[in-house]
């Protein structure tokens, strides 16, 4: 992967992946810099409801994309959101603008489930930056296994390769 490619500039001390409902119980360390990547549904808006980040996260960010992959049927006729490089490169460009004044202690990914967007995006993330994710990024639970989806994977690393 492309390990530490940006260390030239802000570093990023800490990742994690997690469900929405996990995210909404993360206090924000008054002396922590932490930025928050939600990854809400890209379908009809309330396709899932995800509840409110505690108040203080130096930075959000919110992008909006299905958990889905090219050719996949999408639910209830409501036309899929794939993720797509202009995404990628919008995820890429406002996390490198926050680096590039400030450091961030906490980078936190999180989708509705944490099992599939969420993870992709972050180990792209982690991989780039040469930070390890942390272990206690696993959705409590049980019916959600951490399976990254590939397509977002696969753009994701593909856009951050290109510069």
């Given amino acids: 992967m ?26 924000p360390d008054v002396s922590a810099r932490t930025y928050v990547l939600r990854i ?19 930075w959000v960010r919110e992008y909006a994309f299905d958990d889905i992959v090219p050719g996949a049927a999408s639910d209830a006729g ?36 944490g099992a599939s967007r969420s993870p992709a995006v972050a180990e792209v993330l982690a991989g780039l930056y040469g930070v390890a994710i942390a272990d206690t990024c696993y959705p409590r639970d049980p019916r959600f296994k951490v399976t990254p989806n590939q397509h977002v994977y696969d753009t994701m690393l593909r856009v951050a390769s290109q510069g």
């Fill in 40 to 58: 809400l549904d890209g379908q009809a808006v309330g396709h899932h409801v995800y509840p409110p980040l505690r108040e203080g996260h130096a």
């Fill in 78 to 113: 409501a036309a899929p959101h794939l993720f797509s490089e202009t995404i990628a490169r919008a995820i890429l460009r406002e996390l490198r603008e926050v680096l590039a004044r400030e450091g961030i202690d906490l980078l936190l990914v999180h989708c509705f489930a």
């Fill in 2 to 27: 492309m390990q530490g490619q940006d260390t030239g500039i802000g570093q990023i001390r800490k990742v994690l992946f997690m469900s929405a409902e996990d995210a909404s119980e993360v206090p």
